[in-house]
C-alpha cells in the first residue's frame, strides 16, 4: 500500500497541521459562513490592497506612496492570476458544489494576500531590510512580464511568495469547511508545487523553526489538558458529588462541597494538633503511669477498662493523650527540648487563627466568584441547550448522569424564569412577609424564654433531693423538642412567604440558627457553673493534696526510722488529685460530639434508609399508593445538615483546646458522612419538588461558619485569659493564667531587648491608635467596596440597555422610543428607507466579518462597530458617528453608552 | 459540568498526537473490516452504514449521532465514506478553530436542513438532551426563551449568523463540542 502511506502522510498534514496563525483562520471562516457572493469579496479585496500598502509602506520607508500605490495595481494582477489558476483545478475537484468556485476563489486569493501581509512582516525581521526591497520591487516589475523565461529574480521573488502561500494552504486546510476529497485535492496541489520548487529555491529556513513551534505547541495543548485532566483527578469526591448534582440539583450538591471544604480545614487543623501537640507528647512526653495525671486514681482502677465507662470517655479514656489533663507541664521534653506547653498554647490560638483566616478567605473567593457571574447573561438557555452535552462522553453511565444532570439544570433555569415572570400582588405579598416574620419572632422570643426559665428551674433543682427522671433530665428534653418542632414550625410559616427557595433557604437558616444559638448558649452556661463549682473545690483539695504528701513522707520516716535516705516517691494512683475542669469540658464536648454523629447517622438510617425500604417494599401490599402519597420518600434536609455541620465545628473549635483527641474524631467523622451521606442521598432521597440552583457562592453557609467560630471563641479566649488553670493537670498546671506560658519564654529563651520590646507593644499607647487606625482602614476600604459596587450596577445595566439596543437596531423597522419613531416619521423619504437601508446593513456586515486582522473574538465585535459606522447617517440624526466609538473590547458591544442627542 | 468520562489512555492520545490519520482509517477499517479495503490507492467507493458509525464508542452516547452522521455524510443519510469519517473527526477534534465547529454545529442542530434552526429544530433538540422529561409546558417556555435570547432579527427562527452570535460567546462550547479518538 505505497499509495495509502502517501496519502496518509498528506493527509496527516490535512489532520494535524495546528492553527498556526489564528487570525487568518478566522477570516476564511467568514468568508465561508458568510456563503459565496462575488461583490463582498471584492470590496474586501479593496480594503485588503490598501492594508498591504501599508504593510509594506512600513517595511520600506523610502518608498513614496506613489510607488506604493502602483505596486498595489500591479499586484492585484498577479494575485487574480492565482486564483484563475486555481479555478479550474478546484472545478475539477468540486464538482458538486458549483455555485462556490467564485466565492472560494476570492477566499484564496484573500488568504494569500494576508499572507503575503504577515510573510513579509515575518521576513522583514527575519532577514532584514534588504530582501524587503528586493521583492517589492520585484512586484512592481512583475505587472507585464510574468509567463515567461527562466529564473529572474522577480520570478525567484514570485515563486517564492507562492511557495510560502501554498505553505500557509497547507497550513490552514482544515480550517476550511471543505469535503475532505477537495481539501486533500488542494493539499495535492499545493505540496506538490511546494516539493517542486522549494528545491529549487532552497529550503525555507524558518520551516524547520515553525515546525519545532508546532510541536511544541501539540505537546504543551496536550500538556495542559493532562495537567488539567491531573487537577480534576486530584479533587476528592469530585464525580461523586456531581453524581449528586446531576440527580438533585446544585442546592443539594453545595451541602457536599461545604462538607468537603469543611473536611479539607479539618484535615489542617488536625495536622496541626496532632503534629505539634499529641505525637511530641506520645513520643517524647513521660510514659503512662509515670506521675499522678497521668495515672488513672486507685478507687477507679477496677472499673477503668469498662465499656460502659470508657463509652463516657472516663476510666483510661479520660486519662490518655486525648484530653488536657495528660499533658505534663515540664517546660521541654525529649532530646529536641520541645517547649510543648508553649507548643499547646500556641496550636489553641493558631487554630482559631487558621481557621479565621480559612473562613475569611474563602468568603472573599466566593465574593469575587460571585461576582463576575453568568448567572443573569444573555444567553442562560440558549447556551443550555446548545452548548451543555459534552461530546466527549463515552461512557452510557455518564451518559446518564449527564442527561439527568441536564435535565436538573434546566429545571433549575425554569424555577428561576418562572419566579421572575411571576406578576404578584405586591401589598399581600408583603403584608404575608411581614406577618410570617412577626410569627417567626414570636416563636424564637417563646423559645429564648422556655429556655432561659427551664435553667432557671434546674438550678433551683440543683440543690433537691428527690428528683424523678424528668426533673433530672427536663432542660435536655425541653431542647431537643424545640429542635425539632422549631424547624418544622419555620417551614410552615416560610410558605406565606412564598419567597424562591433558594432565598426560603436562606431565611430558614438564618431562623433555625437563632434558634440552635439559645440551645448552645444554655449548654455553655451550665458548663460554666461547673468549671466555677470545680474551681471552688479545687482550692480545697489543693490543701489537701499537698497536706497529705506531707503526711505520707512524714509517715513514712515514722515507719522506718532507719532508713536515711530519700523516701521512695509515691505511687502516682494514690495521690490525691483536683477535680480538673479542663478535662471536664473536655470531656463534655467530645460527648456532645459523638453523640451528635450516632444520633445524625442513626437519623438517616432510620428516617430516610428504613422509610425509604418501607415504601419501597410495603407499597405492594398497601391501601394506598405509599410512593405518591403520605409517606413518600423523603427529600435532602439541606438545612438541617448544613446547620448540623455548622454547630459541629463550632463545637470542635470550643473543645479542641481541651481535647486534643477531638479534632482526630471530627475527621473521622467528616470524612464517614461523606461517604454515607452520599450513599443515603443516592439511595434513599429523592430530589425535591423544585429543584432550585444554588447560588453561586457557598457565602451563606460560610457566614453562618464564622458566626459559630466567633461565638465559639469567645468561651474559649474567657477561659484562657482569665481562669487559672488546674494546678496537678495539663501543660499550664502551676501557673496564675495559661498565658504566662508566653511570658515566661520570652523572659526565659529571647534576649532581653525583645522582651522590652514586647512591654512597649503591650502598652495600650500603642493599642489604641492601632486599633482606630484599623477601623478607619475597615470604614474607607467599605465606602470603595460599595463605591464599585454601585459602579458593577451601573455597567450591566448599561450592558443591558446596549443588548435592547442592539435587538431593536437589527430589526430596526419599530424602535422602542416613542421619541424616535416620531423623529424618523418627520424626516422625508423614511418610509421607503427601512428596507434598503437593512440589506444595506447585511451588506455592510458581510464586508466587515473579513475585515483582516480581526483577532479570535474580536471578529464580531468589528463586525458590529464597522456596522455602526459604514453607514452613519443612515438614520439620520440618530446614530452616532463612528468616532467616539472606540473598537476595543468593552466598547465594542457598548452601544448603550448612546449619542446624548437621544436622551 | 464536567463529567468528563474519557474513554482513551494517554497511549492512545499519544497516538493521536502523532497519526491521527492512521488511527482514525485503522477505527474506521475496525468498523467494518469485510468491507473496507487495506489499500486505498485506487479510491474505491466504500460506505459504512450509519448502523456502524452510530455504534461507535464515542457516538454511541451521544444524542445526537444521527444529526452528527447526517451532517457530515455525503449522502446525508449518515452514511460514511472514509473522507467523511474523517472530516468529522477532523471538525470535533481539539484543533479546529471555533468558527468552524459553530458551523457545524449549527447544522447539527438544524434537523429539517433548512438553514435555519426553528422551533422545532430547538423542540427537538431539547427532547433529546433531555430525554423527554420536561412537560410541554416547560419544553414551550424553554424554547420560547431560547428565541428570545439568541434571535437577534425577530424573525422567529435562528439563522446562522444568530446562532454564531450566540455560540461563539459561551465559554464552554469549544470544550463540549469536541471528540478525542
Known amino acids: 500500500m505505497p499509495k495509502k502511506s502517501d496519502n496518509t502522510r498528506k493527509l496527516e498534514d490535512v489532520g494535524i497541521e495546528i492553527d498556526g496563525d489564528p487570525d487568518s483562520a478566522d477570516e476564511v471562516k467568514n468568508t465561508k459562513s458568510k456563503g459565496g457572493g462575488k461583490k463582498p469579496t471584492g470590496k474586501r479585496g479593496k480594503a485588503d490592497d490598501s492594508e498591504d500598502g501599508e504593510d509594506e509602506d512600513e517595511d520600506d520607508k523610502p518608498q513614496k506612496a506613489r510607488r506604493a500605490n502602483r505596486r498595489k495595481a500591479a499586484q492585484q494582477q498577479p494575485e487574480e492570476e492565482d486564483s484563475d489558476d486555481e479555478i479550474p483545478q478546484r472545478r475539477a475537484a468540486g464538482n458538486r458544489r458549483r455555485g462556490k468556485p467564485g466565492a472560494n476563489g476570492g477566499e484564496n486569493g484573500e488568504n494569500k494576500r494576508n499572507k503575503r501581509g504577515g510573510k513579509k512582516q515575518k521576513e522583514g525581521k527575519g532577514k532584514g531590510g534588504g530582501k524587503k526591497k528586493s521583492s517589492s520591487e520585484d512586484s512592481k516589475s512583475e505587472g507585464g512580464d510574468e509567463e515567461e523565461e527562466s529564473m529572474s529574480e522577480g520570478e525567484r521573488a514570485r515563486l517564492m511568495e507562492e511557495v510560502e502561500e501554498k505553505k500557509k494552504l497547507i497550513a490552514n486546510i482544515r480550517n476550511k469547511p471543505w469535503r475532505m476529497k477537495r481539501r486533500l485535492k488542494h493539499l495535492k496541489e499545493a505540496q506538490l508545487f511546494v516539493d517542486k520548487f522549494e528545491g529549487a529555491l532552497g529550503k525555507g529556513k524558518g520551516r524547520k523553526l515553525y515546525a519545532y513551534k508546532v510541536m511544541m505547541m501539540k505537546k504543551w495543548i496536550k500538556f495542559q489538558r493532562d495537567f488539567d485532566n491531573f487537577k480534576t483527578a486530584c479533587i476528592p469526591w469530585e464525580r461523586k458529588i456531581k453524581e449528586v448534582e446531576s440527580h438533585f440539583g446544585s442546592s443539594v450538591a453545595s451541602y457536599f462541597i461545604f462538607l468537603r471544604w469543611m473536611y479539607g480545614m479539618n484535615l489542617v487543623l488536625f495536622s496541626l494538633t496532632f503534629g505539634l501537640v499529641v505525637i511530641p507528647e506520645v513520643l517524647m512526653g513521660l510514659p503512662y503511669g509515670s506521675i499522678a495525671r497521668k495515672t488513672v486514681p486507685r478507687e477507679e482502677q477496677d472499673s477503668a477498662m469498662d465499656y460502659s465507662v470508657l463509652t463516657d470517655f472516663n476510666g483510661y479514656c479520660k486519662y490518655s493523650v486525648l484530653f488536657y489533663g495528660y499533658y505534663n507541664n515540664q517546660r521541654t521534653i525529649g532530646f529536641l527540648k520541645f517547649r510543648l506547653p508553649l507548643s499547646y498554647l500556641m496550636v489553641g490560638i493558631g487554630t482559631f487563627g487558621y481557621s479565621l483566616m480559612v473562613v475569611i478567605r474563602t468568603m472573599a473567593k466566593n465574593a469575587d466568584v460571585g461576582g463576575g457571574d453568568g448567572e443573569d447573561s444573555e444567553f442562560t438557555f440558549a447556551w443550555k441547550m446548545f452548548t451543555s452535552w459534552d461530546y466527549l462522553i463515552g461512557n452510557a453511565e455518564t451518559a446518564d448522569n449527564k442527561y439527568a444532570s441536564i435535565t436538573t439544570s434546566f429545571k433549575e433555569s425554569i424555577v428561576d424564569e418562572q419566579e421572575n415572570q411571576k406578576d404578584e400582588n405586591i401589598h399581600l405579598r408583603r403584608f404575608l412577609r411581614v406577618l410570617a416574620n412577626f410569627l417567626i419572632t414570636c416563636t424564637l422570643g417563646g423559645s429564648g424564654y422556655l429556655i432561659y426559665f427551664v435553667v432557671k428551674r434546674s438550678q433551683e433543682f440543683q440543690n433537691m433531693d428527690d428528683l424523678g427522671w424528668y426533673e433530672k433530665n427536663e432542660l435536655e428534653i425541653i431542647m431537643s423538642l424545640l429542635g425539632l418542632v422549631g424547624p418544622m414550625l419555620f417551614e410552615t410559616i416560610a410558605e406565606l412567604e412564598e419567597y424562591h427557595p433558594r432565598i426560603a433557604l436562606k431565611w430558614q437558616l438564618g431562623r433555625i440558627f437563632a434558634l440552635f444559638l439559645g440551645n448552645l448558649y444554655t449548654f455553655l452556661l451550665a458548663l460554666f457553673d461547673e468549671v466555677n463549682a470545680k474551681l471552688e473545690e479545687e482550692q480545697e483539695i489543693k490543701n489537701a493534696s499537698i497536706w497529705f504528701t506531707k503526711e505520707y513522707y512524714a509517715n513514712y520516716t515514722l515507719n522506718n526510722p532507719n532508713d536515711t535516705g530519700t523516701p521512695p516517691p509515691m505511687d502516682p494512683a494514690d495521690v490525691i488529685r483536683g477535680p480538673c475542669w479542663e478535662t471536664t469540658v473536655g470531656i463534655e464536648f467530645v460527648k456532645l460530639t459523638v453523640s451528635d454523629i450516632q444520633v445524625t447517622y442513626l437519623t438517616i438510617l432510620i428516617g430516610d434508609f428504613l422509610r425509604a425500604m418501607i415504601v419501597r417494599f410495603l407499597n405492594y401490599c398497601w391501601c394506598w399508593d405509599l410512593e405518591a402519597g403520605w409517606p413518600s420518600y423523603g427529600e435532602f434536609d439541606i438545612s438541617g445538615n448544613v446547620l448540623g455541620l455548622v454547630f459541629n465545628q463550632g463545637m470542635i473549635w470550643m473543645g479542641a483546646f481541651y481535647a486534643p483527641g477531638l479534632v482526630g474524631i471530627n475527621v473521622l467523622r467528616l470524612l464517614t458522612s461523606m461517604y454515607y451521606q452520599c450513599w443515603a442521598v443516592m439511595a434513599c432521597n429523592v430530589p425535591h419538588e423544585r429543584v432550585f440552583k444554588a447560588s453561586k457562592s457557598n457565602n451563606f453557609y460560610m457566614g453562618l461558619l464564622l458566626l459559630i467560630l466567633f461565638l465559639s471563641l469567645l468561651p474559649v479566649v474567657y477561659t484562657i485569659m482569665s481562669l487559672p488553670p488546674s494546678f496537678d493537670c495539663g501543660p499550664f498546671s502551676g501557673k496564675e493564667r495559661m498565658f504566662d506560658v508566653i511570658i515566661e519564654t520570652i523572659e526565659l529563651d529571647l534576649p532581653s531587648f525583645l522582651g522590652t520590646l514586647f512591654t512597649y507593644a503591650a502598652n495600650p499607647g500603642l493599642i489604641i491608635p492601632a486599633i482606630l487606625l484599623m477601623v478607619l482602614a475597615i470604614y474607607y476600604l467599605n465606602s470603595v467596596s460599595q463605591a464599585y459596587q454601585n459602579a458593577n450596577l451601573e455597567l450591566k445595566k448599561k450592558m443591558q440597555m446596549a443588548r435592547d439596543e442592539e435587538k431593536n437596531r437589527r430589526n430596526n423597522k419599530d424602535s422602542t422610543n416613542q421619541v424616535m419613531k416620531d423623529l424618523e416619521d418627520l424626516l422625508p423619504n423614511r418610509s421607503n428607507l427601512p428596507p434598503a437601508e437593512e440589506a444595506k446593513d447585511k451588506h455592510e456586515e458581510k464586508k466587515a466579518k473579513v475585515k483582516p486582522g480581526a483577532a479570535g473574538n474580536g471578529v464580531n465585535l468589528q463586525k458590529d462597530v464597522s456596522l455602526a459606522s459604514a453607514n452613519p447617517n443612515a438614520r439620520g440624526p440618530v446614530t452616532q458617528a463612528p468616532g467616539p466609538r472606540a473598537p476595543g473590547p468593552g466598547a465594542g458591544r457598548g452601544r448603550g453608552q448612546g449619542p446624548p442627542p437621544r436622551r | ?181
Open chain 2, 1 to 181: 459540568m464536567g463529567n468528563k468520562q474519557t474513554i482513551f489512555t494517554a497511549q492512545q492520545l499519544d497516538a493521536y498526537q502523532v497519526s491521527q490519520e492512521k488511527l482514525l482509517f485503522h477505527r474506521y477499517r475496525d468498523l467494518a473490516p469485510q468491507l473496507v479495503p487495506l489499500d486505498y490507492t485506487n479510491q474505491p467507493d466504500v460506505r459504512l452504514p450509519y448502523e456502524l458509525i452510530g455504534s461507535m464508542p464515542e457516538l454511541k452516547d451521544n444524542p445526537f449521532r444521527q444529526r452528527i452522521a447526517e451532517v457530515f455524510s455525503e449522502d446525508g443519510e449518515g452514511n460514511m465514506t472514509l473522507d467523511d469519517f474523517l472530516d468529522m473527526f477532523s471538525v470535533l477534534s481539539e484543533m479546529a478553530p471555533r468558527d468552524l465547529k459553530a458551523y457545524y454545529a449549527f447544522k447539527i442542530y438544524d434537523f429539517n436542513n433548512d438553514d435555519f434552526i426553528c422551533k422545532s429544530d430547538l423542540e427537538k433538540t431539547l427532547n433529546k438532551l433531555t430525554r423527554n422529561e420536561l412537560t410541554e409546558d416547560e419544553v414551550r417556555m424553554v424554547c420560547e426563551k431560547v428565541m428570545d435570547e439568541a434571535d437577534l432579527d425577530n424573525d422567529g427562527r435562528l439563522s446562522l449568523e444568530d446562532f454564531q452570535h450566540m455560540i461563539v460567546r459561551a465559554p464552554d462550547f469549544l470544550s463540549t463540542f469536541h471528540i478525542r479518538i
